[in-house]
């Protein structure tokens, strides 16, 4: 069973498909809907390494484990850049899901 969708890509994006599902052989939207099962393959098999990981886990372990490190100052490129008053005000800013 299929569904259709309709998708609206980009120029370059949808020129950059059609040269690789031209490359591999296949049409536009079958390249697509392979590119679609394979990031959805790869977002299943991460869900569940985290949840079978997560399984055993004791609130606390964490920091039983983060006492253990030693303690030093970040490296600069760890670090988030310095929030003045007003740019901790604004609200403005809207952030994508």
Known sequence: MTGAYPLK???????AA???AKEDGVSLNQWIASAVAQKVGTA??????FA??????VPGD???VLAKTPRHEPDILDTLPIQTDD?????DVKVQP
């Open 9 to 15: 890509l980009p120029i370059s994006v949808k020129s």
């Open 52 to 57: 079978k990981r997560g399984e055993n886990a």
């Open 44 to 49: 299943v098999t991460v869900q569940e390494f």
């Open 62 to 64: 964490m920091l039983r």
């Open 87 to 91: 740019m901790k005000r604004r609200t």
């Open 18 to 20: 059609q040269r690789l």
